[in-house]
């Protein structure tokens, strides 16, 4: 019984020693305030990761969807050289715009926030300035491998966020979300949203509500789990429904699967937490085996080994991805807002 009631003490302990030692990037320092309004860079263009392959027709580029990315410091920069080319040509495929906001120019693109978590938002919100009707981050540390799935069929003109969060069945992580990857619409909410959390994510102290599932504390007093990660989930507490409503909960094995849980024919394989040569070496067996113009994976190769998935009975990714849309149904955790729900001015306070 007293191992049990320390569990949640040993968890936390974990979980702030994987965001100080396993983080993918560096920690700029604060210089400025992050009350900056993010705004097209000047010389910001489509990288030069842009290569055309045979996965990657000449799509013509529309203003329906935007990838970006941020890769920087030497850990992340050794990753980005063999995930990078595989964002944009997945854009390239399906006429997405890609951008890796890195590659800009400091002096056009001050990273102002305490912590490099945070530089997501502003890269979104700069692209919203370009136009795009939504835009997705995805952390340096993760491949596209089935590129017949379109991320605009994981869209919901409903929401305003498309968020991964782990199941129901998992009791550790039920409806945390992994931030490695979203979504967000181009709409007067979000902007609105992503402003607030910037404001929030400088402020040097925030609400202590009581642990999410029993031992994540999504605020540590002067800052929050896993940066930007508890943050988001800082906010569905001190919100609730004025944020959730307009957040649109769907499983990791949409756009966010994680190794070893995901499935042949998944969109996306993420790498969190993991030292770089293990993301090199897991990346290079992958992208060995896996047919990225189908998500086929063929498992005659010596290297399927070391990069099989946790799903022996190799379930068809849409099949799983359909019944936990089901599942998240039955629990409630979608529900559009109502009379009296979604209020962005609250988005105006602390």
Same mark, same amino acid.
């Given at each position: 019984?007293?191992?049990?009631?320390?569990?949640?003490?040993?968890?936390?302990?974990?979980?702030?020693?994987?965001?100080?030692?396993?983080?993918?990037?560096?920690?700029?320092?604060?210089?400025?305030?992050?009350?900056?309004?993010?705004?097209?860079?000047?010389?910001?263009?489509?990288?030069?990761?842009?290569?055309?392959?045979?996965?990657?027709?000449?799509?013509?580029?529309?203003?329906?969807?935007?990838?970006?990315?941020?890769?920087?410091?030497?850990?992340?920069?050794?990753? +980005?050289?063999?995930? /990078?080319? &595989?964002? *944009?040509?997945?854009?390239?495929?399906?006429? !997405?715009?890609?951008?890796?906001? $890195? =590659?800009?120019?400091?002096?056009?693109?001050?990273?102002?926030?305490?912590?490099?978590?945070?530089?997501?938002?502003?890269?979104?919100?700069?692209?919203?300035?370009?136009?795009?009707?939504?835009?997705?981050?995805?952390?340096?540390?993760?491949?596209?491998?089935?590129?017949?799935?379109?991320?605009?069929?994981?869209?919901?003109?409903?929401?305003?966020?498309?968020?991964?969060?782990?199941?129901?069945?998992?009791?550790?992580?039920?409806?945390?979300?992994?931030? +490695?990857?979203?979504? /967000?619409? &181009?709409? *007067?909410?979000?902007?609105?949203?992503?402003? !607030?959390?910037?404001?929030?994510? $400088? =402020?040097?102290?925030?609400?202590?509500?009581?642990?999410?599932?029993?031992?994540?504390?999504?605020?540590?007093?002067?800052?929050?789990?896993?940066?930007?990660?508890?943050?988001?989930?800082?906010?569905?507490?001190?919100?609730?429904?004025?944020?959730?409503?307009?957040?649109?909960?769907?499983?990791?094995?949409?756009?966010?699967?994680?190794?070893?849980?995901?499935?042949?024919?998944?969109?996306?394989?993420?790498?969190?937490?993991?030292?770089?040569?293990?993301?090199?070496?897991?990346?290079?067996?992958?992208?060995?085996?896996?047919?990225?113009?189908?998500?086929?994976?063929?498992?005659?190769?010596?290297?399927?080994?070391?990069?099989?998935?946790?799903?022996?009975?190799?379930?068809?990714?849409?099949?799983?991805?359909?019944?936990?849309?089901?599942?998240?149904?039955?629990?409630?955790?979608?529900?559009?807002?109502?009379?009296?729900?979604?209020?962005?001015?609250?988005?105006?306070?602390?």
């Amino acid at each position: 019984m007293q191992l049990r009631r320390l569990m949640p003490l040993v968890l936390s302990i974990v979980a702030l020693l994987v965001l100080l030692n396993l983080s993918l990037y560096s920690i700029p320092s604060d210089e400025a305030s992050a009350n900056h309004k993010p705004s097209l860079p000047a010389n910001i263009q489509p990288t030069k990761d842009t290569t055309t392959t045979a996965t990657s027709p000449l799509v013509k580029q529309s203003k329906k969807l935007a990838i970006v990315t941020f890769a920087t410091g030497k850990d992340a920069e050794t990753v +980005g050289k063999m995930t /990078l080319p &595989n964002k *944009a040509d997945y854009a390239s495929h399906h006429g !997405y715009g890609y951008y890796n906001f $890195a =590659a800009v120019k400091p002096d056009d693109w001050p990273t102002d926030t305490h912590s490099i978590y945070f530089t997501k938002f502003k890269s979104i919100l700069a692209t919203f300035d370009m136009g795009y009707e939504w835009v997705m981050w995805s952390d340096a540390d993760a491949v596209f491998m089935n590129f017949s799935t379109p991320l605009l069929d994981f869209v919901d003109p409903a929401y305003d966020v498309i968020l991964p969060v782990a199941e129901p069945s998992n009791e550790q992580f039920r409806k945390v979300p992994n931030t +490695g990857h979203f979504i /967000l619409k &181009n709409s *007067a909410w979000s902007r609105k949203y992503l402003a !607030y959390l910037l404001r929030i994510s $400088a =402020a040097p102290t925030c609400k202590v509500y009581p642990p999410v599932n029993g031992w994540i504390p999504a605020c540590l007093g002067g800052g929050f789990w896993l940066g930007d990660q508890g943050l988001i989930l800082w906010s569905h507490q001190h919100l609730q429904r004025h944020v959730t409503c307009h957040t649109k909960f769907i499983s990791f094995n949409h756009f966010n699967s994680e190794f070893p849980w995901y499935h042949e024919g998944d969109l996306v394989l993420h790498l969190p937490g993991r030292a770089t040569l293990d993301r090199l070496q897991l990346f290079e067996a992958l992208l060995k085996v896996v047919d990225l113009k189908t998500g086929k994976m063929d498992r005659s190769l010596k290297e399927f080994e070391a990069i099989a998935m946790d799903n022996p009975d190799h379930t068809d990714s849409t099949a799983i991805r359909k019944t936990l849309e089901i599942v998240f149904e039955k629990e409630g955790w979608n529900r559009a807002c109502g009379p009296g729900e979604g209020d962005e001015r609250v988005l105006e306070d602390k």
